[in-house]
């Protein structure tokens, strides 16, 4: 076997019957299948078949970890065994193509009702495979370039309220968090290109707003125009933003499709802010769908130049362990992948941001917050004031509350949000 | 609030604080946000924001349905309640959109820490906003005119092995397969355009064999083609399937992502059948996700002509009563959009006939088997033949017991696969 003609995938997986079996089940079916008395068919096996390398049974249950029609009735009347199964998978039968990579090793597995858990958590790729992907076109490094910004975390924020608002009085708010010195401003998720609030209108009332404040800063800030839409009208949206001067879109890449964002990231001249919603839905439970790291590195095949991963000490699910391996994934060698930026988000605050940088242990990621800075009791500009003074502070090693002496902003933030976590 | 400006969202939702304030919560996240002192706010917050139409409490647990890092360490500590929580969404928010539609309905609110279950489990459109989507453009209708069969059940199956085959080599076995009597016959989900089994070459070879076997049979055959590819090449290679005199196309529409369905739907000139793998990996979990029905209805509403929903007395993990409601949903009233053909297919072989024919209780859908057919011991015509027997004969009322004494292909299905269900 040449390992570089494989992809390999690494499943949790428990079923009614035996692991190996359970295995080689796996591997038959999301490859050749079983038939037999076929012309050609053990060719066929031995170029096209997904092989098993390894095996290791965990444990035993006496109930399935997910529903099945074969449960028997009476419960405790059947064991379930559950164990780590690495198959290789010949990249032959599906190419450097997302959508039929994703079919072969995260595919009709999920319905069979003998497995009674199967998660896919780890995936594996021949550089040869990956170079077909160009990956992030900025990455960390080109994100940091359009700003200008090298030696510290960058921050951000997400517009709220979320929808509603024409383009001028978002403009409006955009300018005053700008002024208070964010490098990053996004849509929310939830905003597109409605009837009520234009994409050409937003981007045009954006950037000039982006640019009074600039001309008074000193000061470059990026702002993520959300670009989802119908999939073949993205790339139209995508223009639209770069010829109103825009800097960085943005995509819900799940609800999309994940290789949407493949075909965006091919297409783009500015960095792509890549937004999970809908993600959990197929990761957050423990025995069913693909591990948040594996699907950090589909992202960043994908293309995404900075990328959700969660929040440290936040409001999301994951734990500040399972964010940090996220981050770890979006820095990790992957062929010749460029990094891309991890981003912070979910329940983001001033009193966030030591914690944040001392978790994260290096500078290169985009901490943003919502409300931390659009619900600050005095305004979207001292939100992002609050934000900075946080940050620099804790470069300078001081704590918050010693800066928050003479910064009025951080004060009134620590003692609206109250909450500091080192 | 006028019921046709919104669409009505129903979630089985489960929190660590009271139901009520969670359900609140989830409607003002997936729309206006609860930012305050911006100017503009309270008329946005009248226009887009979700309202919550009902709270039904159901239960309590002692521990979460999923993982959360806010669950205490001492186990037992805390309540979660669980109920079903009704929230009617703007659509002035999202638009026609099926991302965007995703996004606020089913977006972020999967990744909540304070959400310990979170399903959705319907949804309910006004006609207005479905007339904007054409759905179906073929349907059970049009997929029966291409055949010219309109008082039985469709018969079919996918082409095994899997992958590994030439196209000559597999047009052999399609032409086996239809001279046996099959309406319908697909590529596998696995194989789509391969450097050893390029969609080009596998059209002409199999139109020209299906060209050959209805010229013996006096039966057309349709043949889906798998056409999923990186979503930006999907329309070219129906263009080539088109070009060739091929006659349906498929699509892996869950990894290929939905709206590439619903973009391939307003241009494909054949029928589209709707191959739904990945999509147990965020349906599976009874508390994650989404509901099948819910997931059915967007798929029918994205343009599937035949739609997977499971198998009825199969081996995929779902019950038949609940596979009977996702049948009931490509059935149902919906807006003015043509129905989408259910496709019954895991572990089928003749002997699954009457029992699929029963619980239907109808003749309006496709039954596929894969070994059911190719795995047949004397081969895909004889396994095709078994299958035309079992619905001839239960048409007729007659046991397959009774029909096989004088139905050799029959006879033989029933030793081999040892099972009849009524």
Redesign the interface.
């Known amino acids: 076997m040449k390992k570089t003609d494989y992809v390999i995938a690494t499943y949790l997986l428990e079923t009614d019957g035996d692991i190996e079996s359970a295995a080689e089940a796996l591997a038959t079916e ?12 053990e ?3 031995s ?3 997904a092989r098993v390398l390894a095996v290791t049974p965990k444990g035993e249950r006496d109930r399935p970890s ?5 449960a028997p009735e009476a419960p405790g009347t059947q064991r379930y065994v559950w164990g780590i199964v690495e198959v290789a998978f010949p990249h ?4 450097p ?4 990579l ?3 090793v ?3 597995l ?5 497995f009674t858990a199967a998660k896919l958590i780890d995936l594996e790729f021949p550089d040869e495979f990956l170079s077909h992907f160009p990956g992030p076109k900025f990455g960390i490094e080109g994100t940091r370039k359009v700003l200008g910004v090298y030696d510290r975390p960058l921050v951000g924020a997400i517009v ?7 383009p001028r ?1 978002l403009a ?2 955009v300018y005053r968090a700008a002024r208070g010195g964010l490098d990053f401003i996004k849509d ?3 905003l ?1 290109d ?3 609030n234009r994409l050409h209108d937003r981007v045009d009332a954006v950037m000039d707003a982006l640019g009074r404040a600039e001309r008074e800063t000193g000061e470059k800030t990026m702002y993520a125009f959300n670009v ?5 009208r993205i790339l139209e949206l995508h223009d639209i933003v770069v010829r109103g001067g825009g800097n960085c879109v943005m995509l ?1 890449y799940v ?6 964002l ?2 965006l990231a091919e297409h783009t001249e500015v960095p792509i802010h890549a937004h999970r ?6 990761a ?7 591990g948040t790291t594996v699907f950090t590195t589909l992202s960043r095949i994908a293309g995404a130049d900075q990328l959700h991963i ?1 929040a440290l000490a ?7 362990e399972e964010v940090l391996e996220s981050v770890a994934a979006c820095r990790a060698r992957l062929g010749g992948l460029r990094q891309s930026m991890p981003v912070s988000s ?1 329940g983001q605050h001033a009193g966030k941001v030591p914690i944040t940088r001392r978790k994260m242990a290096h500078p290169d990621y985009l901490h943003l917050s ?2 931390g800075v ?2 600050h009791p005095d ?1 979207p500009e001292a939100g992002a004031r609050s934000i900075r003074q946080a940050l620099a502070a804790t470069a300078e090693g001081r704590k918050l509350e010693d800066a928050a002496r003479d910064q009025a902003e951080l004060r009134r933030a620590i003692d609206y949000f109250g909450e500091i976590l080192y």
Chains 1, 2 share one sequence.
């Open positions: 999301q490859s050749t299948g079983t038939w037999t008395d076929v012309p050609g068919e060719e066929a096996r170029r096209h078949g997910l529903p099945t029609r074969l032959i039968n599906f190419g193509r997302l959508p039929n994703l079919s072969a995260a595919g009709n999920f319905e069979m009702g003998a709220k309220p979320c929808v509603g608002l024409g009085e409006e708010i929310d998720e939830l597109a409605p009837s009520y989802t839409d119908r999939v073949d819900n609800t999309a499709g994940i290789d949407a493949r075909m919603d809908f993600f959990p839905a197929f957050r439970s423990p025995w069913l769908g693909l969660g936040g409001k999301l699910y994951e734990t500040d979910g919502g409300g659009f619900g305004g």
